[in-house]
C-alpha cells in the first residue's frame, strides 16, 4: 500500500502547464494519510490544485480512523464506498515518491520508489465532500493502487496508480467513460520506477527532516 509519501518542491508547469494554483503545493519528506496534502481537480475544464484531507471521509462515516487512504483499483467500481467517486470525482496527487518496507530478517527496510529519472509523479486518486454545513464542507481522497511490477515487487505488493502528464485530463475529466478511465489504472512500467533504501527515521511520521529520504544504497531500477 501506499502509507507514506515525499512531497519535494516541484515543477508544476512540468506536470500541468495550465494548472490553476489556488493554494501552494503542500510539501514534506514524510507524508503521513490522515493529513493535508496537494491535488488537482478539474473544474468548469481548468485544472486547479487545491488542498484536501488524505482519507476518503464519505458523510456517513462515523469513526475517521476508518477512513481509507487507498483504493483498490479493482474494487473502485465493486464497493458503494468508492464507486460515485470514480466515476464522477477523479483527482491527481503531484509527490515526488512513495515511501515502501522492504520485509529483512530483523526490521523492515524502508525504500523511496521514485521515478528513474527522479521527476515529478502525478498518483491516482478519488476524492469526496462532506457538507459540514450549508456554506462549509470537507474535500478529502484516497489515491488508487494498483499490483507492482516485478523488479518492486520485492519491497510491496501495491503502489499508487501513475498517471502520464498527456493522460491526466483524460483521467481527470468527469465525462471520460469508466472503461477509459480504468484503463489508465496499470502497473507501472518498470523502466519508470525506480527505488532506493532510506533511513528507518521514516518509520516515525513526526520525523520530517530531509534526510529521511536521502539515499543510503543504490538504486534498484531496470533502464530502458
Same mark, same amino acid.
Given at each position: 500500500?501506499?502509507?507514506?509519501?515525499?512531497?519535494?518542491?516541484?515543477?508544476?508547469?512540468?506536470?500541468m502547464?495550465?494548472?490553476?494554483?489556488?493554494?501552494?503545493?503542500?510539501?514534506? =519528506? +514524510?507524508?503521513? =494519510?490522515?493529513?493535508?496534502?496537494?491535488?488537482?481537480?478539474?473544474?468548469?475544464?481548468?485544472?486547479?490544485l487545491?488542498? @484536501?484531507?488524505?482519507?476518503?471521509?464519505?458523510?456517513? @462515516?462515523?469513526?475517521?480512523?476508518?477512513?481509507?487512504? $487507498?483504493?483498490?483499483?479493482?474494487?473502485?467500481?465493486?464497493? %458503494?464506498?468508492?464507486?460515485?467517486?470514480?466515476?464522477?470525482?477523479?483527482? !491527481?496527487? &503531484?509527490?515526488?515518491?512513495?515511501?515502501?518496507?522492504? /520485509?529483512?530478517?530483523?526490521?523492515?527496510?524502508p525504500?523511496?520508489?521514485?521515478?528513474?529519472?527522479r521527476?515529478?509523479?502525478?498518483?491516482?486518486?478519488?476524492? $469526496?465532500?462532506?457538507?459540514?454545513?450549508?456554506?462549509?464542507?470537507?474535500?478529502?481522497?484516497?489515491?488508487?493502487?494498483? /499490483?507492482?511490477?516485478p523488479?518492486?515487487?520485492?519491497?510491496?505488493?501495491? !503502489?499508487?496508480?501513475?498517471?502520464? %502528464?498527456? /493522460?491526466?485530463?483524460?483521467?481527470?475529466?468527469?465525462?471520460? %467513460?469508466?472503461d477509459?478511465?480504468?484503463?489508465? @489504472?496499470?502497473?507501472?512500467?518498470?523502466?519508470?520506477?525506480? /527505488?532506493? %533504501?532510506?533511513?528507518?527515521?521514516? +518509520?516515525? &511520521?513526526?520525523?520530517q527532516?530531509?534526510? $529521511?529520504?536521502? &539515499?543510503?544504497?543504490?538504486?534498484? $531500477?531496470?533502464?530502458?
Amino acid at each position: 500500500m501506499a502509507g507514506r509519501l515525499h512531497i519535494a518542491p516541484l515543477d508544476l508547469a512540468q506536470l500541468m502547464p495550465d494548472l490553476t494554483v489556488d493554494a501552494p503545493l503542500v510539501t514534506s =519528506p +514524510n507524508l503521513a =494519510p490522515r493529513r493535508t496534502l496537494s491535488a488537482i481537480r478539474l473544474e468548469a475544464g481548468v485544472a486547479h490544485l487545491g488542498r @484536501l484531507f488524505w482519507g476518503l471521509t464519505p458523510p456517513w @462515516l462515523e469513526v475517521l480512523d476508518h477512513a481509507p487512504h $487507498c483504493a483498490r483499483a479493482e474494487s473502485l467500481e465493486a464497493r %458503494p464506498m468508492f464507486r460515485e467517486a470514480f466515476l464522477a470525482r477523479r483527482c !491527481l496527487v &503531484p509527490a515526488s515518491g512513495v515511501y515502501a518496507w522492504k /520485509a529483512q530478517a530483523r526490521f523492515k527496510q524502508p525504500f523511496l520508489v521514485t521515478r528513474a529519472d527522479r521527476g515529478p509523479l502525478l498518483l491516482a486518486a478519488i476524492w $469526496c465532500r462532506f457538507h459540514t454545513s450549508l456554506a462549509e464542507h470537507t474535500d478529502s481522497l484516497a489515491l488508487v493502487t494498483v /499490483a507492482t511490477s516485478p523488479l518492486l515487487a520485492p519491497l510491496t505488493d501495491r !503502489l499508487p496508480a501513475v498517471i502520464e %502528464p498527456d /493522460a491526466a485530463r483524460r483521467w481527470l475529466d468527469p465525462r471520460t %467513460p469508466p472503461d477509459t478511465a480504468r484503463a489508465l @489504472l496499470v502497473t507501472a512500467r518498470e523502466e519508470l520506477l525506480g /527505488a532506493f %533504501p532510506v533511513s528507518r527515521r521514516v +518509520n516515525n &511520521p513526526a520525523n520530517q527532516e530531509a534526510a $529521511c529520504a536521502h &539515499p543510503i544504497g543504490p538504486m534498484l $531500477c531496470r533502464r530502458a
